[in-house]
């Protein structure tokens, strides 16, 4: 199994960036996926879901309708749209995928993280 994501950079408050994250070695269309963020210091923290199909997404609060997640399993991908970008959003973003497509089964995989830097 492999997850690579990419897609990060330095942006400034208000700006956008997306996320990618292509997977392989499994059968991607058959797992639910999500989104977690690091702060060095911090905890990990969850920031988006979905499910298998794409047709169920879930959200943390702090995200506040400015994120997207989406998949394309024609494409094997998971994305992140991130609007509105805010200081507090800089961290690493780290694609991951669980073991069943259930938001409470264990994340098994976890791909390398992509830095978003969100600074003037």
């Known amino acids: 199994v492999q997850l690579q994501a990419s897609g990060g950079g330095l942006v400034q408050p208000g700006g956008s960036l997306t996320l990618s994250c292509v997977a392989s070695g499994f059968t991607f269309g058959d797992f639910a996926m999500s989104w977690v963020r690091h702060i060095p210091g911090k905890d990990f923290e969850l920031v988006a879901q979905i499910d298998s199909s794409g047709d169920d997404t879930k959200y943390q609060s702090f995200v506040k309708g400015r994120f997207t997640v989406s998949r394309d399993n024609a494409r094997n991908t998971l994305y992140l749209q991130m609007n509105d970008l805010e200081d507090d959003d800089t961290a690493k973003y780290y694609c991951?995928?669980?073991?069943?497509?259930?938001?409470?089964?264990?994340?098994?995989?976890w791909g390398q993280g992509t830095q978003v830097t969100v600074s003037s």
């Open positions: 991951t995928k669980y073991s069943e497509n259930s938001y409470y089964s264990l994340r098994d995989y």
